[in-house]
């Protein structure tokens, strides 16, 4: 059994919760999917491509004797396509209020690679922050309806290296020096994304978390000139492992009563200061709400 799993057996609990997992087709999301799945908990993985996702859905259905896994077509790079992704997924009856959705792990990602998303907005910025900020807007109130909702954020510690948010270059495409530190731009606005949500829910039921899963041989580096991601790829963990975290922050009871808080190794760390601002907070959530409202 890996590490992972072992770490969780008889400390998480998932059986009769739903979970969404974006990304869940690959890398630290296919991990965390099979973790849930092993618990025997109903897990809607959400993706781009059905056709890559519905094998990992058969392969974990058998090996777990899970047959409540299913599949949600997700595009976080168009905010139009998630719309319909999540009026899709009201409408499939898989969350109801006898079955609401529990846990929303936000979880794709994507690093080292320049363009635009379909809205115009730059592609690392739209991808990691714009499209995970509408998709949990759009299911908070199916998680508030849970006993105990949770949104877990995969971040990075590559946020504590960002020293301010320029809002002039959100839908200019990043140089090739600069999508790291777009990369890092967005991992800051998954914290602050938390962490304000974290202050606007306090006194209800849903509860938020953000996650640095280690420096991971997954697919968010598909981007990444090889030449970069050979050498990287020398000091990076498994999946199994970056996938401890996450599954930590959505299924240990013992979180539930915090909220709001950052976590590397399935501990409670220190994020950077600037995610502790809460002006800049509520900067980054009317920029997205403008951003939102112009593209929809």
Excluded at 135 to 161: C, D, F, M, Y
Excluded at 170 to 191: D, H, I, Q, W
Aim: proline share 4%; hydrophobic share 40%; charged share 20%.
């Amino acid at each position: 059994m890996s590490s992972y799993l072992e770490f969780i057996q008889g400390k998480g609990t998932g059986m009769n919760q739903t979970f969404l997992v974006t990304g869940g087709n690959a890398g630290i999301g296919r991990s965390t999917v099979e973790g849930l799945a092993k618990l025997g908990a109903r897990v809607i993985l959400a993706a781009r491509s059905e056709e890559k996702a519905r094998p990992v859905i058969s392969e974990l259905a058998t090996k777990y004797q899970n047959d409540d896994l299913h599949f949600l077509k997700l595009n976080l790079a168009d905010l139009k396509s998630i719309k319909k992704s999540v009026d899709d997924l009201l409408a499939s009856g898989l969350i109801s209020a006898s079955r609401p959705l529990d846990v929303l792990i936000n979880n794709a990602g994507l690093a080292g690679a320049p363009g635009l998303t379909a809205d115009g907005f730059e592609i690392t910025i739209g991808t990691n922050h714009l499209g995970p900020y509408l998709l949990t807007k759009l299911l908070l109130p199916e998680l508030r309806k849970a006993k105990q909702g949770r949104i877990v954020n995969v971040a990075s510690r590559a946020h504590l290296r960002v020293n301010g948010i320029d809002w002039n270059v959100m839908r200019e495409p990043a140089s090739t020096p600069a999508v790291f530190n777009r990369y890092g731009v967005s991992k800051l606005m998954n914290v602050l994304h938390v962490k304000e949500l974290a202050r606007q829910l306090k006194g209800t039921s849903v509860t938020t978390y953000a996650l640095h899963p280690g420096v991971v041989a997954s697919e968010i580096w598909r981007e990444v000139p090889a030449f970069i991601r050979w050498p990287l790829s020398l000091f990076m963990i498994s999946n199994e492992e970056g996938a401890r975290t996450s599954l930590y922050c959505a299924t240990n009871p013992g979180l539930s009563n915090v909220s709001g808080l950052y976590y590397d190794k399935a501990q409670e760390t220190q994020a950077n200061p600037l995610a502790e601002d809460p002006v800049l907070a509520r900067k980054l959530f009317e920029w997205s709400e403008e951003a939102i409202a112009q593209s929809l």
